[in-house]
């Protein structure tokens, strides 16, 4: 207790200190009153935005190009059908990219000058695997490669897809995975050498685990970009829900099924993404808690 008015003070005057419970009131009612806040704010601003858009000239004329009820109601049951096929072009070149780009961040870490050559290879199959455009890509090897006429080389764009994809995403992934290797700290190698492990050891045992646990959330937000770039096969042939929904769309001439595969997308990414937030948010506190 603290008494005011004076050294001795008066028993009116007691004021009490604030505690623990009392500082975690505060914080409460603070983190309330911020929330309360921020829900109304962004329940005017959508509300304005939403008024601005009705009240357009316009808006009757797109309600029926793309939010055409009867026309969503009709598409959506094959358009989620469709994406499934997504799923198998996600799940295959997911599982390519994790092991191709392990292998290039690797072949690019090679210590030595008689590893250059290797170093270079992976260099360049990066470099140029990141400037092209995916659909670029995409087009090169579904209509190039079967037109070769090689009786050996498949021929399904299915196939091609999921090669494209892989080429594509593995030369992103394998930077990743890069910095995740160079992010531990040499003193890491220098103790597993000393316990009597050679250096691929070294890497197998102590450098890449370690790596791998950094980089999953970065590695997430890519395969969220992967998701979403396998509707590009739609331009080789690849009936997945892009393509039915332009099938759906040239068969109403109405744009509402975009829309459905857009909620479709939405629906699918909106959870991925806030696991990758919660996943970047608990590696920083265990940073921060590791550093204490």
């Keep these: 207790m603290t008494f005011g008015g004076g050294p001795l003070g008066h028993p009116g005057d007691l004021i009490p200190l604030q505690g623990p419970r009392g500082s975690r ?11 309360a806040v921020a829900l109304l704010s962004t329940v005017i601003v959508f509300a304005a935005l939403g008024l601005l858009v009705v009240n357009a000239p316009g808006w009757a004329a797109v309600q029926r190009s793309f939010f055409n009820g009867a026309v969503f109601a009709k598409s959506l049951p094959a358009i989620v059908g469709a994406f499934w096929v997504n799923v198998q072009l996600f799940l295959l070149a997911e599982v390519l990219i994790l092991v191709l780009g392990l292998v290039l961040a690797i072949l690019r870490s090679l210590p030595g000058p008689v590893f250059f050559p290797v170093r270079l290879m992976a260099m360049i199959y990066t470099d140029i695997f990141r400037a092209l455009p995916g659909v670029l890509v995409i087009y090169i090897l579904g ?3 079967p037109g070769l006429g090689i009786e050996a080389i498949p021929r399904e764009p299915f196939f091609w897809a999921v090669v ?3 080429l594509i995403y593995s030369a992103y992934v394998s930077e990743v995975y890069r910095a995740g ?3 531990i700290h040499p003193s890491q190698e220098a103790a597993a050498r000393s316990l009597g ?3 691929v050891q070294s890497l197998r045992y102590v450098i890449v685990p370690q790596a791998i646990r ?9 395969f969220i970009g992967l998701q979403k770039d396998t509707v590009l096969v739609s ?3 690849v009936v997945e829900i892009f393509r039915q929904s332009y099938i759906k769309q040239a ?3 109405n744009f509402t099924p975009y829309i459905a595969t857009a909620l479709v997308f939405l629906v699918v990414t909106i959870p991925l993404a806030r696991l990758t937030d919660v996943l970047v948010q608990r590696d920083r506190r265990r940073a921060a808690t590791s550093s204490r």
Aim: aromatic share 8%; glycine share 6%.
């Design 25 to 35: 009131l505060v914080r409460d009612r603070d983190a309330l009153r911020s929330t």
């Design 143 to 145: 209509f190039g490669m």
């Design 164 to 166: 494209s994809l892989t």
């Design 181 to 183: 290797i160079e992010s």
């Design 197 to 199: 492990l050679s250096r």
């Design 214 to 222: 950094r980089v999953i959330p970065p590695l997430l937000n890519d």
């Design 235 to 237: 331009y080789v042939g």
């Design 251 to 253: 068969a109403n001439f």
